[in-house]
């Protein structure tokens, strides 16, 4: 069983940057793709950003694209959201998960955090 704990959220004003930290136990990431998403209140899931672990390759949304920096740590099993230049929009609960494939649709990831709240003040 694969469990994802994410961590780093938290309430910041815009502009400000913050590192969210994903981590897996039970299974390494290697051979599979994690990705992050987020949701704000009434709003649908979306797409963040995904980086394929043993290629290291990341995609990221066009929304946070220049600003977003998604990275791993081989030796500590975890990923990394770098997100600086925080904007309001920025705000919800950020969750990762992990799938088979580089993938910008959240049903396709099998596995999923519990998720982090971010909260972006103007």
């Known amino acids: 069983q694969v469990q994802l704990v994410e961590s780093g959220g938290g309430l910041v004003q815009a502009g400000a940057s913050l590192r969210l930290s994903c981590a897996a136990s039970?299974?390494?990431?290697?051979?599979?793709?994690v990705g992050w998403f987020r949701q704000a209140p009434g709003k649908e899931r979306e797409f963040v950003a995904t980086?394929?672990?043993?290629?290291?390759?990341?995609y990221y949304s066009d929304s946070v694209k220049g600003r977003f920096t998604m990275s791993r740590d081989d030796a500590k099993n975890t990923v990394y959201l770098q997100m600086n230049s925080l904007k309001p929009e920025d705000t919800g609960v950020y969750y990762c998960?992990?799938?088979?494939?580089?993938?910008?649709?959240?049903?396709?990831?099998?596995?999923w955090g519990q998720g982090t709240q971010v909260t972006v003040s103007s």
């Open positions: 980086i394929s672990w043993s290629a290291g390759n990341t």
């Open positions: 039970g299974r390494t990431f290697s051979g599979y793709a």
């Open positions: 998960a992990s799938g088979l494939y580089l993938d910008r649709v959240a049903d396709n990831y099998n596995y």
